[in-house]
């Protein structure tokens, strides 16, 4: 079903270097207050689509050095969490997963 997103790029770092990327690299992790502020406000505008979600993006969200609380936020506010990764740091994080996210 379509949906409203917001793309969420809490960080701005990624282990790769694809050539295809359009990030503009650098050292930036968002605050978690930040990114609580702009869930919460996003969530509650009235989209003209029934349905909205939350991405969490970068570079790599899985760098982000809060990135448990990160998820804990969104999962928190939007049900469950949705993310654009290149995967590499997934094991690092399956135990995260599975314990709150029935993977
Ligand atoms: S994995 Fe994604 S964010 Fe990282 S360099 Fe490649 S395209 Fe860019």
Redesign the pocket.
């Known amino acids: 079903m379509p949906s409203n997103f917001l793309d969420l790029h809490i960080v701005d770092f990624?282990?790769?270097?694809?050539k295809?990327?359009?990030?503009k690299?650098g050292k930036r992790a968002m605050p978690l207050d930040m990114l609580r502020a702009f869930s919460e406000d996003f969530l509650q505008i009235d989209f003209p689509l029934p349905r909205s979600d939350l991405i969490l993006s970068?570079?790599?969200p899985l760098l982000h050095p809060k990135f448990v609380e990160a998820c804990n936020i969104v999962r928190t506010l939007n049900g469950h969490i949705t993310m654009?990764?290149?995967g590499i740091l997934i094991p690092k994080f399956i135990h995260t997963f599975k314990r709150n996210d029935g993977i």
Request: glycine share 12%; net charge positive.
């Open positions: 990624c282990q790769l270097n694809c295809h990327c359009y990030l690299k970068g570079g790599k654009s990764t290149n």
